[in-house]
Protein backbone atom coordinates (compact mmCIF):
# COMPACT_ATOMS: atom_id res chain seq x y z
CA UNK A 1 0.00 0.00 0.00
CA UNK A 2 1.61 3.39 -1.37
CA UNK A 3 2.64 5.97 2.35
CA UNK A 4 0.52 9.00 1.98
CA UNK A 5 1.01 12.00 4.71
CA UNK A 6 -1.48 14.74 4.61
CA UNK A 7 -0.58 17.45 7.00
CA UNK A 8 -2.82 20.05 8.60
CA UNK A 9 -1.31 22.66 10.74
CA UNK A 10 -2.66 25.83 12.32
CA UNK A 11 -3.77 27.80 15.81
CA UNK A 12 -5.96 26.12 18.25
CA UNK A 13 -9.39 26.81 16.96
CA UNK A 14 -8.86 27.06 13.52
CA UNK A 15 -10.65 23.68 12.97
CA UNK A 16 -8.15 21.65 12.18
CA UNK A 17 -9.28 18.73 14.32
CA UNK A 18 -12.73 18.25 13.21
CA UNK A 19 -11.49 18.76 9.49
CA UNK A 20 -8.70 16.58 9.61
CA UNK A 21 -11.37 13.64 11.46
CA UNK A 22 -13.71 14.27 8.83
CA UNK A 23 -10.77 14.31 5.60
CA UNK A 24 -9.39 11.53 7.17
CA UNK A 25 -12.54 9.46 7.13
CA UNK A 26 -13.69 10.29 3.66
CA UNK A 27 -10.20 9.20 1.86
CA UNK A 28 -10.19 6.26 3.99
CA UNK A 29 -6.96 7.06 5.94
CA UNK A 30 -5.99 7.13 9.62
CA UNK A 31 -5.95 10.44 12.07
CA UNK A 32 -3.68 11.46 13.79
CA UNK A 33 -4.06 14.20 16.74
CA UNK A 34 -0.61 15.48 17.88
CA UNK A 35 -2.44 17.74 20.06
CA UNK A 36 -3.89 15.57 22.02
CA UNK A 37 -0.75 13.74 22.90
CA UNK A 38 0.67 17.32 24.36
CA UNK A 39 -2.33 17.31 26.08
CA UNK A 40 -2.43 13.61 27.34
CA UNK A 41 1.11 13.93 29.46
CA UNK A 42 -0.06 17.49 30.45
CA UNK A 43 -3.06 15.11 31.77
CA UNK A 44 -0.58 13.42 33.85
CA UNK A 45 1.60 16.28 34.61
CA UNK A 46 -1.49 17.61 36.56
CA UNK A 47 -2.27 14.12 37.75
CA UNK A 48 1.17 14.03 39.45
CA UNK A 49 1.50 17.60 40.60
CA UNK A 50 4.27 18.40 38.44
CA UNK A 51 4.90 22.39 37.22
CA UNK A 52 6.47 22.38 34.05
CA UNK A 53 7.79 25.41 34.48
CA UNK A 54 9.63 24.82 37.29
CA UNK A 55 9.93 20.94 37.01
CA UNK A 56 10.45 20.73 33.21
CA UNK A 57 13.11 18.01 33.82
CA UNK A 58 10.11 15.92 35.23
CA UNK A 59 8.20 16.45 32.96
CA UNK A 60 10.79 14.97 30.31
CA UNK A 61 11.58 12.17 32.35
CA UNK A 62 7.29 11.45 32.20
CA UNK A 63 7.18 11.71 28.80
CA UNK A 64 10.22 9.06 27.82
CA UNK A 65 8.66 6.99 30.73
CA UNK A 66 5.46 6.87 29.55
CA UNK A 67 4.10 4.58 26.44
CA UNK A 68 1.41 6.96 24.42
CA UNK A 69 -0.71 5.03 22.85
CA UNK A 70 -3.97 5.33 20.75
CA UNK A 71 -6.61 2.87 20.43
CA UNK A 72 -7.20 3.46 16.68
CA UNK A 73 -10.49 0.55 16.77
CA UNK A 74 -12.47 3.45 18.34
CA UNK A 75 -13.76 6.97 16.89
CA UNK A 76 -12.07 9.40 17.53
CA UNK A 77 -9.11 6.95 18.78
CA UNK A 78 -8.93 7.33 22.67
CA UNK A 79 -5.32 7.79 24.17
CA UNK A 80 -3.49 5.73 27.16
CA UNK A 81 -0.72 7.63 28.60
CA UNK A 82 2.02 5.53 30.80
CA UNK A 83 -1.46 2.90 30.59
CA UNK A 84 -4.03 5.40 32.01
CA UNK A 85 -6.73 6.05 29.72
CA UNK A 86 -6.56 10.35 29.49
CA UNK A 87 -9.01 10.79 26.63
CA UNK A 88 -11.77 12.07 29.25
CA UNK A 89 -9.27 14.92 30.46
CA UNK A 90 -8.26 16.35 27.46
CA UNK A 91 -10.34 19.53 27.05
CA UNK A 92 -10.50 20.25 31.14
CA UNK A 93 -9.60 23.73 31.63
CA UNK A 94 -6.68 22.51 34.54
CA UNK A 95 -5.06 20.35 31.45
CA UNK A 96 -5.60 23.21 28.92
CA UNK A 97 -4.33 25.86 31.14
CA UNK A 98 -0.90 24.39 31.00
CA UNK A 99 -0.31 22.31 27.78
CA UNK A 100 1.37 25.25 26.33
CA UNK A 101 4.38 24.99 28.77
CA UNK A 102 4.38 21.25 28.68
CA UNK A 103 4.23 21.42 24.69
CA UNK A 104 7.37 24.14 24.71
CA UNK A 105 10.14 22.02 26.56
CA UNK A 106 12.36 20.84 24.24
CA UNK A 107 12.70 17.49 25.33
CA UNK A 108 9.61 16.78 25.23
CA UNK A 109 9.25 17.64 21.72
CA UNK A 110 11.97 15.21 20.80
CA UNK A 111 9.66 12.38 22.61
CA UNK A 112 6.67 13.41 20.59
CA UNK A 113 8.42 13.91 17.25
CA UNK A 114 10.23 10.48 17.53
CA UNK A 115 6.20 8.97 18.93
CA UNK A 116 4.79 10.82 15.72
CA UNK A 117 7.34 9.02 12.98
CA UNK A 118 6.95 6.16 14.83
CA UNK A 119 3.17 6.29 14.64
CA UNK A 120 4.08 7.45 10.85
CA UNK A 121 5.73 4.31 10.11
CA UNK A 122 2.83 1.88 11.44
CA UNK A 123 0.25 4.20 9.77
CA UNK A 124 1.40 5.03 6.47
CA UNK A 125 -1.77 6.14 5.70
CA UNK A 126 -2.26 9.10 7.40
CA UNK A 127 -4.18 12.80 7.95
CA UNK A 128 -2.02 14.37 11.07
CA UNK A 129 -3.04 18.10 12.37
CA UNK A 130 -1.04 19.48 15.06
CA UNK A 131 1.75 22.87 14.79
CA UNK A 132 4.73 21.25 13.36
CA UNK A 133 3.75 18.48 11.43
CA UNK A 134 4.40 19.52 7.87
CA UNK A 135 7.18 21.86 9.33
CA UNK A 136 9.62 19.32 11.55
CA UNK A 137 7.82 15.63 11.71
CA UNK A 138 6.75 15.42 8.43
CA UNK A 139 8.76 17.37 5.75
CA UNK A 140 8.49 15.25 3.18
CA UNK A 141 4.11 14.83 3.47
CA UNK A 142 2.44 14.18 0.23
CA UNK A 143 0.10 17.25 1.12
CA UNK A 144 0.32 20.31 3.75
CA UNK A 145 -2.28 22.43 4.63
CA UNK A 146 -2.06 25.67 6.95
CA UNK A 147 -5.51 26.52 8.61
CA UNK A 148 -6.50 29.83 10.14
CA UNK A 149 -9.33 32.08 11.17
CA UNK A 150 -9.69 35.26 12.62
CA UNK A 151 -8.99 34.85 16.52
CA UNK A 152 -12.69 36.30 17.06
CA UNK A 153 -14.23 33.27 15.35
CA UNK A 154 -11.81 30.97 16.56
CA UNK A 155 -12.70 31.91 20.06
CA UNK A 156 -16.61 31.35 19.12
CA UNK A 157 -15.84 27.93 17.42
CA UNK A 158 -13.43 26.84 20.47
CA UNK A 159 -16.42 27.49 22.89
CA UNK A 160 -19.11 25.89 21.15
CA UNK A 161 -16.75 22.36 20.96
CA UNK A 162 -16.36 23.30 24.72
CA UNK A 163 -20.05 23.99 25.26
CA UNK A 164 -20.63 20.57 22.81
CA UNK A 165 -18.96 18.60 25.30
CA UNK A 166 -21.29 19.82 28.05
CA UNK A 167 -18.96 22.68 29.86
CA UNK A 168 -19.93 25.91 30.66
CA UNK A 169 -18.14 28.66 28.98
CA UNK A 170 -17.38 31.84 29.57
CA UNK A 171 -16.59 33.42 25.58
CA UNK A 172 -14.28 36.54 26.85
CA UNK A 173 -12.63 33.87 28.98
CA UNK A 174 -11.54 31.60 26.11
CA UNK A 175 -10.99 33.92 23.77
CA UNK A 176 -8.33 35.26 26.28
CA UNK A 177 -6.78 32.02 26.57
CA UNK A 178 -6.54 30.96 23.31
CA UNK A 179 -4.87 34.29 21.94
CA UNK A 180 -2.72 33.94 24.71
CA UNK A 181 -1.88 30.07 23.64
CA UNK A 182 -1.48 31.26 20.37
CA UNK A 183 1.09 33.44 21.24
CA UNK A 184 3.35 31.31 23.40
CA UNK A 185 2.88 28.53 20.64
CA UNK A 186 3.82 30.43 17.90
CA UNK A 187 7.16 32.22 20.05
CA UNK A 188 8.50 29.47 21.75
CA UNK A 189 11.89 28.42 20.73
CA UNK A 190 11.69 24.72 19.46
CA UNK A 191 8.97 23.53 17.24
CA UNK A 192 6.71 26.55 16.94
CA UNK A 193 3.67 27.13 15.23
CA UNK A 194 5.09 28.48 11.39
CA UNK A 195 3.04 27.71 7.86
CA UNK A 196 5.12 25.75 5.99
CA UNK A 197 6.93 27.40 2.42
CA UNK A 198 4.99 24.63 0.68
CA UNK A 199 1.69 24.10 2.75
CA UNK A 200 -1.31 25.54 1.43
CA UNK A 201 -2.78 28.61 3.33
CA UNK A 202 -6.41 28.54 4.34
CA UNK A 203 -8.42 31.32 5.67
CA UNK A 204 -11.38 29.31 7.15
CA UNK A 205 -13.15 32.37 8.99
CA UNK A 206 -16.02 32.65 6.20
CA UNK A 207 -16.07 28.77 5.53
CA UNK A 208 -18.19 26.35 7.01
CA UNK A 209 -16.85 23.10 8.15
CA UNK A 210 -18.50 21.53 4.81
CA UNK A 211 -17.01 23.78 2.80
CA UNK A 212 -13.59 23.42 4.10
CA UNK A 213 -13.36 20.15 4.19
CA UNK A 214 -15.02 19.91 0.23
CA UNK A 215 -11.70 22.05 -0.25
CA UNK A 216 -9.23 20.20 1.02
CA UNK A 217 -10.62 16.60 -0.13
CA UNK A 218 -10.75 18.11 -3.65
CA UNK A 219 -6.82 19.53 -3.36
CA UNK A 220 -5.97 16.03 -2.71
CA UNK A 221 -7.41 14.34 -4.98
CA UNK A 222 -5.95 17.05 -7.48
CA UNK A 223 -2.77 17.19 -5.96
CA UNK A 224 -2.25 13.55 -5.25
CA UNK A 225 -5.04 11.25 -6.63
CA UNK A 226 -3.38 8.23 -7.67
CA UNK A 227 -2.26 7.55 -4.70
CA UNK A 228 -5.43 7.12 -3.17
O1 LIG B 1 -4.44 21.51 18.90
P1 LIG B 1 -4.60 21.50 20.41
O2 LIG B 1 -5.29 22.71 20.96
O3 LIG B 1 -5.21 20.24 20.91
O4 LIG B 1 -3.10 21.53 20.97
C1 LIG B 1 -2.81 21.57 22.35
C2 LIG B 1 -1.45 22.22 22.60
O5 LIG B 1 -0.41 21.36 22.18
C3 LIG B 1 -1.24 23.56 21.93
O6 LIG B 1 -1.15 24.60 22.88
C4 LIG B 1 0.06 23.45 21.19
C5 LIG B 1 0.57 22.08 21.47
N1 LIG B 1 0.89 21.34 20.26
C6 LIG B 1 2.18 21.43 19.78
O7 LIG B 1 2.98 22.17 20.35
N2 LIG B 1 2.55 20.71 18.71
C7 LIG B 1 1.67 19.91 18.08
N3 LIG B 1 2.07 19.19 17.04
C8 LIG B 1 0.33 19.83 18.55
C9 LIG B 1 -0.02 20.57 19.63
Known amino acids: MQRLIITLDGPAGSGKSTVARRLAGLLGLEFLDTGAMYRGLSARCVERGIDPVAEDYAVVELARNSEMRFDWTQDPPRLHVGGVDVTDRLRDSDVTGQVSEVSAIS ?103 DQVVDMLEAEVKQAVGAAL
Open 107 to 209: GVRQVMVREQRRMGEEHPRLVTEGRDQGSIVFPHAGVKFYLDAAPAVRAKRRAQQLRDAGKTVDLEEVRQRITERDRKDSNRKFGPLICPEDAQRIDTSDMTL
